[in-house]
C-alpha cells in the first residue's frame, strides 16, 4: 500500500523561487546516563555551562554526546534552497544572510538542517540574492558551495550547528533511490567524500544526512545491492568517515518494510533487526520523517482513537530505537499548516511525545522542524510571506521541546535579553463548583511571545499558547487569585500581570456548558459557526463563550450572540431568547471575520453558563 502521495513533493518545490523574488543545549542532563536510559526517567536536568554541545559529537546508547561526553539536544530547523534550481537557501533575495540565522537562534532553534542537491558540485551559481545597499555583501561572486561555507561559519559563530542534507541527486526534483541513471552512486558517493573534506576541522557541521526520504522500491534489510538503503547507508556512511571521521552519519527510514508502510523516510522498523553498522563506532543517528494531513491523509488520521493511537505508531516505525536504547533519533523533518484540527492535535500529540526539555533535558529526541522558509507548498513555514515576521502560534507549539544554543565565538544573534510586556488583565471569564475560567490581553515582545505561565498564587498551574485558560479541579465555593506572566522565544519572562481573584460556585445542581466551533475560513475572512450546550444538570439562564484569535482576525460582524472582540480576545454572550438551555439543550450563534494577517484562527473555546 503506497501511503506516500504524490502530494507530497508540493512541499519541496512551493512557489517558484523566481516568482518570489520577482515580488522584490542545549540543556545537559547531569553528566553520564544516569537512571540511566529508563523511558520513564523525569527529574529536570541542569543548565551547563556554555561551552555545552562544544566540538564534534558521538553516540552512547540513545543519546548524543558532545567532546565532553555532555548529552545534547538537537532542536532546529530546516532552510531549504541549495537543492532548489536557485543553489542556494532560499530568502537570500529579502535578508542579509545574516539576519536570517541571528533570528532562528533567537527564536531558539539551536541547529540549522541545510538541504543540497549534487548539482551544486559542478561549480552553480547562486540566483536570487539581493546584494543591494550592502545585502549580502560578502556572497557577492561566490558559487554555491562557497555561499554553503559563509552560511555554515556564521552558523558556528552564532552557536548553531549545522546538518547538510543531500536531499536530491539533482535540482530537478527527489529520487526514491540515492542513486539515478544520471547521478550513479559512484557520484553520490564522491560527493559525500568532498563535502565531508571540505568541512574538516569545522565542528559547526556535526554530521551528514545521507539521502532524503528513501522510498519504494528502496527497501531495508532485502540483500539486494541495487535497492537495500541499510546496505548503501553503510557505503555512504563509509564514504563520509573515510573523508571526516567525526562526523555523525543521519540515516532516514524506507517506505515500507515486511508490507509495512508509513511516510516515505520515515519507516525505521528494520534498523533493530538489521542495524547501520560502520567502522567507526558510535556515529550512527537514525532519522525519521512524519507529517500531518497537510501534506497527505493517512489512515492513522481517520482512526477513531486519534490521537491516542499515534504514540504506538511512532513506537512501531522509530521511536523503539529509543526506548529500547539502541540509538539516537532524530525527527529530521515534521510539519503542516496547522489549518485543521487534526493537524493541530497531531503536532501537540507529537511534541509530548519528543519529551519536553525541561522535564527530560537532553535525554530527548532530536528534531529540525519543516521549514523556516515560508515557501513549502504544503506546509508553510516559520517565518510568515514576508521572510521576516514569525508565526507565533505555529512556533509556541515547539516551545516546549526547544533546547539552547550550543555557544558561539560571539559573531551571532542570540542576544535577546528583552522580557514580553506584562499581560493585560487577566479577568475572570466564568466559574463552576470546580473550576475558574481567565482571559487576558496578549503581550507583545520584539521576537515573539511563546506561551503564558498561569500562577495560582505562587503555584504554576498551566503553560498556555493562548490567552485563555481554565484552572480545573478546585474546591467550590472557594476564593482564588491569578496572575500571569509572559515568555518569548529567546527563555525571558515578563513580569507579573496585575492578580485577579475568583470564587467557585456553591456545591447543588449545577449548570455548565460547552461549545464547539467551525469555521469556514476563505483566506481574506471567514465565519465561525459556534454550537453551545448545556452540559450541567440545571438549565442555565444565560452563557458565554470566549477564544482567542491571532492579530490580524477582526470581528465584522454576528449574529444570533453579543460579540465584543477585545485585542485577540473574543467574547461571544447570549441573548435573552437563547441564553436558557435545558439540560443537554443546545443553540448556535455565528461570528464574521476579516483577515489581514496569516495566522490560523484557532478553534477551541471556552463556554461558562451561569443557572
Known amino acids: 500500500m503506497r501511503l506516500q502521495l504524490p502530494h507530497r513533493l508540493t ?12 515580488a522584490t543545549a542545549v540543556i545537559a542532563a547531569p553528566t553520564g546516563l544516569q537512571a540511566a536510559h529508563a523511558d520513564t526517567a523525569a527529574a529536570p536536568a541542569a543548565v551547563t555551562a556554555a561551552a555545552a554541545g562544544a566540538g564534534y559529537w558521538h553516540t552512547s546508547g540513545r543519546q548524543i554526546l558532545d567532546e565532553a561526553n555532555q548529552p545534547v539536544r538537537i532542536a532546529g530547523i530546516n532552510w531549504f534552497g541549495f537543492e532548489t534550481g536557485n543553489y542556494v537557501a532560499h530568502g537570500l533575495w529579502s535578508r542579509d544572510y545574516k539576519s536570517v540565522i541571528d533570528q532562528i537562534r533567537t527564536l531558539g532553534y539551536n541547529t540549522i538542517r541545510l538541504p543540497y542537491s549534487d548539482d551544486i558540485f559542478k561549480g552553480t551559481q547562486p540566483a536570487s540574492i539581493n546584494t543591494s545597499g550592502g545585502m549580502n555583501a560578502d556572497l557577492v561572486g561566490l558559487n554555491s558551495l562557497q555561499v554553503m561555507d559563509k552560511l555554515v561559519s556564521y552558523s558556528g559563530t552564532a552557536g548553531l550547528k549545522v546538518i547538510l542534507d543531500r536531499h536530491r541527486p539533482d535540482s530537478g526534483g527527489q529520487s526514491a533511490l540515492w542513486y539515478t541513471a544520471a547521478v550513479p552512486e559512484s557520484t553520490w558517493l564522491t560527493n559525500l567524500k ?7 576541522g569545522n565542528s559547526a557541521v556535526v554530521g551528514i544526512d545521507l539521502h532524503n526520504e528513501p522510498h519504494d522500491p528502496a527497501c531495508w534489510g532485502c540483500g539486494d545491492t541495487a535497492t537495500d538503503w541499510r546496505l548503501a547507508a553503510q557505503r555512504g556512511g563509509e564514504a563520509v568517515l573515510a573523508a571526516n571521521p567525526k562526523l555523525l552519519i543521519f540515516v532516514e527510514g524506507v517506505q515500507t518494510f515486511n508490507g509495512s508502510s508509513n511516510w516515505w523516510g520515515g519507516n525505521l522498523q528494520g534498523a533493530g533487526q538489521y542495524p547501520v553498522q560502520l567502522s567507526v563506532p558510535n556515529r550512527v543517528v537514525y532519522s525519521a520523517h ?23 505508531i511512532w513506537d512501531k516505525n522509530w521511536g523503539y530505537l529509543f526506548k529500547q536504547n539502541i540509538a539516537p533519533v532524530w525527527v529530521g523533518e515534521f510539519g503542516t499548516t496547522l489549518q485543521s484540527t487534526i493537524d493541530q492535535q497531531w503536532l501537540k500529540t507529537l511534541v509530548q511525545y519528543l519529551r519536553p526539555t525541561a522535564q527530560y533535558g537532553a535525554d530527548s529526541m532530536s528534531w529540525t522542524f519543516w521549514s523556516l522558509n515560508p515557501n513549502s507548498g504544503d506546509t508553510g513555514g516559520i517565518l510568515n510571506d514576508d521572510w521576516t515576521t514569525v508565526n507565533t502560534t505555529k512556533d509556541a507549539y515547539l516551545a516546549d521541546i526547544k533546547a539552547p544554543a550550543f555557544g558561539g565565538g560571539g559573531g551571532g544573534g542570540g542576544g ?15 466559574t463552576t463548583t470546580s473550576s475558574v475560567s481567565l482571559s487576558w490581553t496578549a503581550s507583545t515582545d520584539a521576537v515573539g511571545v511563546v506561551g503564558y505561565d498561569v500562577y495560582r498564587g505562587t503555584t504554576k498551574v498551566g503553560s498556555p499558547t493562548g490567552t485563555s485558560y481554565t484552572d480545573s479541579g478546585l474546591t467550590a465555593a472557594t476564593a482564588y487569585t491569578y496572575t500571569v506572566r509572559a515568555r518569548d522565544a529567546a527563555g525571558n519572562v515578563s513580569a507579573a500581570s496585575a492578580a485577579v481573584t475568583a470564587t467557585t460556585a456553591s456545591t447543588g445542581t449545577s449548570s455548565g ?14 465565519t465561525a459557526n459556534v454550537t453551545v450546550t448545556n452540559t450541567g444538570t440545571a438549565p442555565t439562564k444565560s452563557w458565554r463563550v470566549a477564544w482567542t484569535w491571532p492579530s490580524g482576525l477582526k470581528v465584522s460582524g454576528s449574529w444570533s450572540a453579543t460579540v465584543v472582540q477585545s485585542g485577540q480576545t ?11 438551555l435545558p439540560a443537554a439543550g443546545s443553540t448556535t450563534f455565528g461570528v464574521q471575520a476579516t483577515r489581514t494577517g496569516t495566522a490560523d484562527a484557532v478553534t477551541t473555546a471556552t463556554c461558562t453558563a451561569t443557572s
Do not use: E
Not at 512541499?11 to 520577482?22: I, K, N, Q, S, Y
Not at 466551533?517 to 475572512?525: E, I, K, Q, R
Open 570 to 580: 473574543v467574547t461571544a454572550d447570549s441573548l435573552a431568547y437563547n441564553g436558557a
Open 194 to 200: 568532498a563535502i565531508a573534506a571540505r568541512y574538516t
Open 513 to 526: 456548558c460547552a461549545a464547539v466551533v467551525t469555521l469556514n475560513d476563505w483566506g481574506s475572512g471567514l
Open 416 to 430: 535577546d535579553v528583552t522580557p514580553p510586556s506584562v499581560p493585560g488583565g487577566p479577568t475572570v471569564t466564568g
Open 290 to 312: 512524519d507529517y500531518a494531513t497537510s501534506v497527505a491523509q493517512q489512515p492513522w488520521f481517520s482512526d477513531p482513537s486519534f490521537p491516542a493511537n499515534m504514540s504506538a
Open 11 to 22: 512541499r519541496r518545490l512551493g512557489r517558484t523561487a523566481a516568482a518570489l523574488a520577482a
